[in-house]
C-alpha cells in the first residue's frame, strides 16, 4: 500500500521534478477515489533553504528523519556532482534497509548510486547522462533506452516528464490502474505512454575522422534510395574492395550497411516531422523498399513505431 511518500531534497534539485512529486503524491485525489496519501518533504535540516538548479530556494519543513517509516522515498533530479550530502546517503540507505520503496527522477539515480544501491540493480537515468553514469557506477546495470525501470524496491526514471511516467506506474502498482487514471486525468496526461528513451535521443551521424571517404558518403546520400554494394562502392573510392572496407571502418566506426541504414533512419525521422507522406511512400523515399523494413529498422534504431513517432513530434505544418 502507498500510504506515505517522503521528497528528499538536497541543493541542485530540479523544480520541476520535485514538482512532480507533488503533483501525484501531495494533492488531496480523495474526491477522485484516490485513497490519501502522507507527503512529506525534507532536507538535511528541517527549515533550512535548500538551493533548486534554477536558484530559487526552497525550504523543507522536514529534516531526515522524515524518512523512517515512509512507504515511498523519491529522489527529484539534482545536479551532478562529485559527492552528496553522507547523511543523505546514509538515510536512503536505512530506508532501503527498512522497506521502503525508492523512487528517482532524471539524475536522482546518482544519488542512489553513490549511496550504493543501484550496484547489480536494473536502473535507468536521463539518456544524456547515460555514458556518465556507466563509468562512475560500473556495477550497476544501466539501460538507457526506457522511460523507467522497476526493479522492484527501486524504481528509476529517465529524464525529466518520464518521473510522470515512474510516478503514476507506481500509484497504479501499488493504488491500482484507477488510481493512477484518476491522477492522469486530472494532470491532462496519458496514463502510460508506449515507448522509450530512444525516440527522444539524438542519433549521432556517423563522422569521417578525415576526408578521403567524404566524396564517397555525399554520393551515398545523394543516392540514397538505391542498393550500394561494397564492391560497387569500393570502385566509386578507387579503391580494393578489401581496403575499402577497412577505411570505411576506420574512419566512421561502421560498415558501410549500418551506416547507410542509419542515414536512411534519419531521412525518415524528417519526413514523418515535416511531411504528410505515408510511411510506404516515406520507406521508398529513403532506400528501404517497404514499409516492413522501414518499420523493422526505424523501431530497432528509435524504439518506436513510425506512426508513433510521428504522432509525437510531427510539427503541424505535417
Known amino acids: 500500500m502507498l500510504r506515505t511518500v517522503t521528497a528528499v531534497l538536497i541543493d541542485g534539485v530540479a523544480p520541476f521534478e520535485f514538482g512532480v512529486l507533488c503533483e501525484v503524491f501531495g494533492i488531496n485525489r480523495s474526491e477522485d477515489g484516490v485513497p490519501p496519501i502522507e507527503f512529506r518533504v525534507c532536507g538535511l535540516e528541517a527549515g533550512a533553504p535548500v538551493r533548486t538548479s534554477v536558484g530559487v530556494p ?21 545536479t551532478i556532482r ?17 522497506g521502503s520503496t525508492l523512487l528517482s527522477e532524471c539524475s536522482g539515480a546518482f544519488v542512489l548510486g553513490a549511496a550504493g544501491l543501484l550496484d547489480d540493480r536494473s536502473c535507468t537515468t536521463h539518456w544524456r547522462h547515460a555514458d556518465q553514469f556507466a563509468a562512475r557506477f560500473p556495477r550497476a546495470n544501466l539501460n538507457p533506452d526506457v522511460l523507467f525501470v522497476d526493479d522492484g524496491d527501486i524504481v528509476t526514471s529517465a529524464g525529466t516528464a518520464s518521473g510522470i511516467d515512474a510516478c503514476l506506474h507506481v500509484v497504479r502498482r501499488e493504488l491500482g490502474s484507477a488510481a493512477a487514471t484518476a491522477i ?14 530512444r525516440q527522444y535521443v539524438d542519433i549521432p551521424i556517423p563522422q569521417c575522422t578525415s576526408d578521403s571517404l567524404q566524396p564517397v558518403l555525399t554520393w551515398m546520400l545523394e543516392h540514397i534510395t538505391e542498393e550500394h554494394t561494397v564492391a560497387a562502392l569500393a570502385h566509386q573510392a578507387r579503391m580494393s574492395e578489401r581496403s575499402f572496407a577497412r577505411h570505411f571502418v576506420a574512419e566512421t566506426g561502421t560498415t558501410p550497411h549500418k551506416w547507410l541504414s542509419t542515414q536512411r533512419v534519419l531521412h525518415a525521422r524528417r519526413l514523418l516531422e515535416l511531411t504528410g507522406m505515408s510511411v510506404d511512400e516515406i520507406a521508398r523515399e529513403c532506400g528501404f523498399g517497404s514499409a516492413a523494413l522501414l518499420r523493422h529498422h526505424f523501431q530497432r534504431m528509435v524504439g518506436v513505431a513510425p506512426k508513433d513517432y510521428r504522432r509525437t513530434f510531427a510539427s503541424q505544418g505535417a
Open 184 to 197: 492522469a486525468r486530472r494532470m491532462v496526461v496519458p496514463p502510460q505512454r508506449d515507448g522509450g528513451q
Open 82 to 98: 562529485d559527492g552528496y550530502p553522507p547523511a543523505v546517503l546514509e538515510a536512503l540507505r536505512g530506508a532501503n534497509r527498512g
Open 58 to 78: 526552497i525550504i523543507p519543513p522536514l529534516g531526515l528523519d522524515a524518512l523512517d517509516g515512509a512507504d515511498l522515498v523519491a529522489v527529484p533530479a539534482t
